[in-house]
């Protein structure tokens, strides 16, 4: 089982997206990326009460869109999800930057071909700058998505 609910960018964005959210953990990719675990405590310290959920998303907070927009001033940001077992599953993604959203959402549902541009988190992944190079499958694989099976995964565990 594969499962990733987080927000991707370069260091100083996802800071900017943090702020001063104590439960906000952020760790490294390659090629000079970031992931920001979306656990259950940072999914409830940054939910916006009566805001509008973002659609298409099953663990993005509601008004979180309006935090990636803000953030996305500082560098391009993707919002991420992928939910796999045994080579079946799900993936959606989104990118903001300079304020709007430059690509996405992205979707592609169990049983679905990928695009020939590639998975929805692949793509977004290149509006970030990734690339995928000779010796990785997809630019997923080339920042190193695949190195934790859950989204939990990514956090320190204390020693």
Known sequence: MYCLQAAIAAEPVLRALAGSVEEARIVPLGQRLFLLPMTDE???AVTVAGAAELAGFWKAPAGFDRALAAC???GP???AEAEF???AGMQSAQVWDGGKV???PLHLGEGEPSAA???PISQALRHL???RGDHHFDEFD???LGRHRDTRDWLPHPG
């Open 142 to 144: 080339a920042v190193g």
């Open 117 to 119: 541009a590639g998975s």
């Open 42 to 44: 940072f999914f409830d």
């Open 72 to 74: 996305s001033a500082n």
């Open 85 to 87: 077992f045994g080579g």
């Open 77 to 79: 940001v993707a919002y």
């Open 102 to 104: 430059i690509l996405g």
């Open 129 to 131: 700058g990734a690339v």
